[in-house]
């Protein structure tokens, strides 16, 4: 499910803007929010105010309802990976979608780092780190999809917080081009027609 941050939008409201659009790229997802501003110390305390009930929130949700307060939304944000198999695609591409909003990257599955290539970031290594983390679990999610894998929760964790030897190791185009076993470290082998087909799948859809 997508989340904003008022952290996110924090720094591209005008000051003293009383509202915000946010959904970016897609107009699907657009939408105009109020704002409500709190004096605290010397600086204002930002809030968005939820179009359902006009609460204050620091985090929106998207639903079938528009972008609401947790309260609001009619599914938990949570529920999706709760129903999900655990460490299986659907949970690491949840994780995926978390790491990128944190980050404030947009991407669609499957992620491909290649449609960043003319984003202002890239130029930053932190931000082709990012991308090496998301690439990463994209890997991990394309054989979760084709052969059924599973990682533990421990795996995932190595990945997103950027420590798994391979993320050291490969570069974006290996990490897009190459699947990798992420227990033994080791490329999976060519020879495997699966391993081709599921590799030609996840790039072919990633250029569309
Ligand atoms: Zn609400």
């Not at 780092?113 to 983390?133: G, N, P």
Request: charged letters at 30%.
């Amino acid at each position: 499910m997508d989340m904003i941050r008022i952290g996110q939008i924090k720094d591209k409201c005008r000051p003293g803007a009383v509202s915000v659009t946010i959904g970016g790229n897609d107009s699907r997802k657009e939408q105009t929010i109020d704002l409500h501003r709190e004096r605290s110390g010397c600086c204002d305390r930002l809030f968005f105010l939820c179009p359902s009930c006009g609460k204050k929130s620091v985090v929106l949700y998207l639903s079938g309802k528009g972008w609401t307060c947790r309260t609001c939304c009619p599914v938990s944000p949570y529920e999706g990976v709760q129903n999900k198999t655990k460490g299986g695609a659907d949970e690491i591409g949840y994780r995926m979608k978390r790491y990128a909003i944190k980050k404030g990257i947009r991407f669609e599955h499957p992620f491909s780092y290649t449609a960043f290539a003319l984003d202002d970031r890239i130029s930053l290594e932190a931000f082709r780190k990012d991308l090496k983390v998301l690439q990463a679990l994209e890997n991990m999610r394309t054989q979760a999809i084709f052969f059924g894998r599973r990682y533990t929760a421990a795996q995932i964790r190595q990945v997103t917080r950027g420590k798994h030897p391979l993320l050291e190791r490969c570069t974006l185009h290996d990490l897009l081009s190459v699947l990798y076993d992420w227990k033994s470290g080791e490329p999976l082998s060519m020879d495997t027609a699966a391993v081709r087909a599921a590799l030609l799948k996840t790039m072919n859809r990633g250029r569309q």
